[in-house]
């Protein structure tokens, strides 16, 4: 594979990664949704306890910025994972198109002149034995 697929690879096994990718399947189940709207209800409920409202929207506007900023990072850091593998899966996509297309036509000058325009438009180096 090339090497972006590598360090993707390579990348995927970090610690952070790997806490991410839990991270985000845990939030994008019906739990942490239930979590959020008790949190909100318990707010709600501790409106006596505080000695002034504005301590009390403090409270709830602290807790939200600090559970989305987490969250953005870690749904970053898995949306970033998941392009580079799409990435990976398009490339080889297209470097199979590619050899597909040096075989069926090996004697077309129009597919020669089709394959190096897929594996420039894609990013991939053409092999030096396609250019015969």
């Known amino acids: 594979m090339s ?7 390579q990348e995927s096994s970090s610690i952070f990664d790997r806490f ?3 991270a985000s399947r845990f939030v994008s189940h019906a739990p942490f949704f239930v979590a959020c709207v008790l949190l909100v209800v ?8 505080f000695p002034s ?10 807790l939200t910025t600090i559970i989305t ?5 870690l749904l970053q850091n898995s949306q970033r994972r998941t392009e580079d593998a799409l990435q990976a899966k398009l ?5 199979g198109l590619a050899d597909l297309m040096v075989k ?5 000058e129009e597919f020669r002149t089709d394959v190096a325009d897929l594996r420039r438009a894609v990013g991939l180096d053409s092999p030096s034995e396609q250019t015969s």
């Open 3 to 9: 090497d972006a697929s590598a360090s993707t690879k």
């Open 20 to 22: 991410a990718g839990t």
């Open 42 to 49: 318990i707010w709600v409920l501790t409106y006596w306890a």
């Open 53 to 62: 409202i504005d301590t009390w929207q403090l409270v709830i506007n602290t």
């Open 69 to 73: 900023f987490l969250l953005v990072a």
């Open 91 to 95: 490339d080889a996509i297209a470097d």
């Open 104 to 108: 069926v036509g090996a004697d077309d």
